[in-house]
């Protein structure tokens, strides 16, 4: 049934906004030469960029699980509400970077794309 919502809220856009939307959102943007490589300001850049985005999402969680941390009645409890959240936050990333890890090993063993030992 999902499916149907996501094709009619893309059919309803794409009449409201018409196709030069689509095409002005699939754009291609660099902001940087080609003759330079990525420094530390583009990294800070991305983690900016990462971090306003993620704001509004992890932002009221943390104050919820931090205010039960300060309000509970021993400090293990406090700490244990804590890593049940640092955990809970860490394990996507972890998953998703064995899944990296193993897809890239998987591309160079077969020999299609040549890939870096080391990034």
Do not use: E
Request: charged fraction near 10%; charge should be neutral; hydrophobic fraction near 50%.
């Amino acid at each position: 049934m999902a499916g149907s919502d996501d094709s009619l809220f893309l059919h309803c856009a794409d009449r409201f906004f018409g196709p030069a939307m689509g095409q002005w959102l699939n754009r291609d943007i660099h902001l940087r030469n080609k003759d330079t490589q990525p420094g530390i300001g583009s990294g800070f850049l991305l983690g900016f960029a990462f971090a306003f985005g993620w704001t509004p999402c992890i932002g009221p969680i943390l104050a919820t699980v931090l205010a039960l941390a300060a309000a509970s009645a021993t400090v293990a409890r406090g700490v244990l509400l804590l890593a049940a959240y640092s955990a809970g936050l860490a394990v996507p990333f972890l998953l998703a970077l064995l899944a990296l890890d193993s897809s890239c090993a998987s591309i160079s063993d077969s020999g299609v794309i040549s890939m870096p030992s080391k990034f």
